[in-house]
Nanobody
Framework: QVQLVESGGGSVQAGESLRLACAASGFTNGTNYMAWFRQAPGKEREGVAGRDVRGDIEDYADSVKGRFTISHDDVKNRLVLQMKRLKPEDTAMYYC?????????????????WGQGTQVTVSS
């Protein structure tokens, strides 16, 4: 089992930044890919950004390219999502997810483990 705990959400104004973090614990040896998803009320869960654990591959949704950056904090052993120039349409619950391997990184069903989520609210 892998446990994922997100942190760093909050309420900000449009144009501001937030930094989300995801701490993974448990049997993580089988994890090869981790990602951030988000889900707004009434909408489907969508992939935001993903990264293989070696850092060789990074994937981003078109809507966040150039504004969001996914990385791994080696010191604190956390997956990080740096979000800049936030927009009201970025408002959603953000989830961290982990998988042994992915064919399409933005498909929720391929992920084995999920965190509880952290809320991001961006006001105009």
């Amino acid at each position: 089992q892998v446990q994922l705990v997100e942190s760093g959400g909050g309420s900000v104004q449009a144009g501001e930044s937030l930094r989300l973090a995801c701490a993974a614990s448990g049997f993580t040896n089988g994890t090869n890919y981790m990602a951030w998803f988000r889900q707004a009320p009434g909408k489907e869960r969508e992939g935001v950004a993903g990264r293989d654990v070696r850092g060789d591959i990074e994937d981003y949704a078109d809507s966040v390219k150039g504004r969001f950056t996914i990385s791994h904090d080696d010191v604190k052993n956390r997956l990080v999502l740096q979000m800049k120039r936030l927009k009201p349409e970025d408002t959603a619950m953000y989830y961290c997810a982990a998988a042994g391997g992915v064919v399409r990184w933005d498909t929720p069903s391929v992920y084995d483990y999920w965190g509880q989520g952290t809320q991001v609210t961006v006001s105009s």
